[in-house]
C-alpha cells in the first residue's frame, strides 16, 4: 500500500473526502508534496504558522531544547524554564491585568479551562456564546459553539448555555448576577472574518464589569499579529477578564493557554485543590518553540506589515465572480455565490499550486490568512493564480 491508502486505511478521518495532500516538507510560506510541487500557502495551518513554516529561531529552539529534557512531571508542579520564560514573555506584552498564564494542550482545552474558572471564581453556571462561533469541538466547548448543525449528533451538551447574536444589542440585559461569563471570538474566526463594531464590544465590556461577570475573548486565531495588532482587542480598547491563545501561541507545535490575573487564577487550587490540571499541557518543546516564535514576531515588526500586506490582496482580488471580501489584517474571507462555486475555486486553485480552504459557518467563501511572512512577491503570486482560475470556473 502506497501513504495514501494507509492514511485512509489507518488514520481516523474527519471528511468523507479528505483532500489527502501528502506534504514532505513546508518552509517559509511555501510547502511541498512528495512530487516536489509547491503550493503557495494561504492557510497557515489556520493561523498556526503566523512565522512561516521551519523558521531558522523556531529550529534552533526546538532543537536546543530536545537536548535538555522533554516531559518531566505533570504541568504545574514543578520550576520548568521553558514556561516560566515564555510565561513572562506573555505577560510583558499583555495588559497588567492578564499576567497569569495556565499553559494547555490546545486551543479547546484552553476554553475548557477557562468555563470552569469562570463557574469556580463567580459561582455561577450560566454561559453566553454567540451565535457562529467556533470554540473547538470538546464537550464544553462544542456546547458554546453558535451552530446547532455541529451540536446536534452530540446532545446532551452542558446546561445553562445562551447563544446571542454577534455584534447586536438587544440582548445586553441577559448579562445579569446569573452570568459566569461572556465567551467572544474577538473577531468572528469561522464565520468568515466579522469583526464586531468597537462601541458593542465596550458595551459588552461595560456590562459585564457591572454584573461581575467575566469577560473572556477567543484570540485562538485572531492572537499573535494575525489583525494588524499583537492582540486583536487592541483594535477596540478593552481588555478582557480572560484572554484565551491557542494555534501560533506554539510556534507550530501544540500549546494553548487560559491568561487572567492571580486573584482569578488561584481559585483553581483550593476546594478542590488541583482544579485544573493537565499532564502534556506547556510541554517544555512547545513552550520554548512558542517563545522564539513571538520573539521573531517582534524582533522582525512582522504585526507592523500585516495593514500593507492587506491592501496588497484587497487591490489585486477583483473579479465579477467574487461577491465580496471581508477582512481584518491579514485575514480574509473571499465570498462567492454558493458552496459549490466557491470549492471547485478551491480544488482548481490546489492544481495552480495555491493551497487554501472553506469556513465552517460560510462556506460560500475562502480562507487568506497566509503567514505573516508572505513577500509581497508570493501575494502577487498567489492572486494572479486566483484572478486565473476565476476565468476559468
Not at 514532505?24 to 503566523?50: H, M, P, Q, T
Not at 455541529?150 to 454577534?166: E, K, S, T
Not at 452570568?179 to 463594531?197: F, M, N, S, W
Not at 495552480?352 to 472553506?358: E, N, S
Amino acid at each position: 500500500m502506497n501513504q495514501r491508502e494507509l492514511f485512509l486505511r489507518h488514520v481516523a478521518q474527519t471528511s468523507a473526502a479528505p483532500l489527502a495532500l501528502e506534504i514532505s516538507r513546508a518552509r517559509g510560506c511555501s510547502i511541498f508534496d512528495v512530487n516536489g510541487k509547491e503550493y503557495i500557502d494561504l492557510i497557515g495551518g489556520i493561523s498556526v504558522a503566523n512565522t512561516g513554516h521551519g523558521h531558522p529561531a523556531v529550529i534552533d529552539a526546538i532543537k536546543k531544547q530536545l537536548d535538555d529534557y522533554l516531559h518531566v512531571m505533570v504541568y504545574g508542579e514543578i520550576v520548568q524554564s521553558p514556561q516560566v520564560r515564555y510565561a513572562r514573555l506573555l505577560a510583558d506584552h499583555l495588559p497588567a491585568g492578564l499576567h497569569s498564564v495556565y499553559f494547555t494542550n490546545s486551543g479547546a482545552e484552553a476554553v475548557e479551562g477557562a468555563m470552569k474558572l469562570a463557574k469556580r471564581y463567580t459561582g455561577r453556571t450560566r454561559i453566553i456564546a454567540a451565535k457562529n462561533s467556533y470554540h473547538g469541538s470538546t464537550q464544553g466547548a462544542l456546547s458554546i459553539l453558535g451552530d446547532e448543525y455541529w451540536r446536534n449528533a452530540f446532545r446532551p451538551l452542558l446546561p445553562g448555555i445562551v447563544h446571542i447574536d454577534y455584534n447586536k444589542y438587544d440582548w445586553l440585559d441577559q448579562i445579569d448576577t446569573t452570568t459566569a461569563c461572556v465567551l467572544l471570538e474577538t473577531v468572528q474566526a469561522e464565520g468568515g472574518i466579522l469583526a464586531p463594531d468597537k462601541a458593542w464590544l465596550q458595551a459588552v465590556r461595560q456590562r459585564c464589569t457591572e454584573t461581575g461577570a467575566l469577560l473572556i475573548l477567543d484570540e485562538i486565531q485572531a492572537g499573535f499579529g494575525r489583525t494588524g495588532k499583537l492582540w486583536g482587542f487592541e483594535h477596540f480598547d478593552v481588555v478582557p477578564d480572560v484572554l484565551l491563545l491557542g494555534k501560533a501561541l506554539g510556534g507550530g507545535m501544540p500549546l494553548g493557554a487560559f491568561i487572567s490575573n492571580r486573584k482569578i487564577m488561584m481559585t483553581l487550587t483550593e476546594n478542590p485543590v488541583l482544579g485544573h490540571i493537565t499532564t502534556f499541557g506547556g510541554h517544555p518543546v512547545s513552550c520554548a518553540a512558542g517563545h522564539a516564535a513571538l520573539k521573531v514576531l517582534l524582533d522582525e515588526d512582522l504585526t507592523q506589515q500585516v495593514a500593507q500586506k492587506e491592501q496588497l490582496f484587497r487591490s489585486l482580488l477583483h473579479h465579477p465572480k467574487i461577491k465580496e471580501i471581508r477582512s481584518f489584517g491579514l485575514w480574509m474571507a473571499v465570498a462567492f455565490d454558493s458552496f459549490e462555486t466557491n470549492k471547485k475555486i478551491i480544488d482548481r486553485l490546489l492544481e495552480a499550486g495555491v493551497f487554501t480552504d472553506w469556513f465552517l459557518f460560510a462556506s460560500t467563501c475562502f480562507r487568506i490568512c497566509p503567514p505573516l511572512t508572505i513577500s509581497e512577491k508570493e501575494i502577487e503570486t498567489a492572486c494572479s493564480q486566483i484572478s486565473k482560475v476565476l476565468e476559468t470556473c
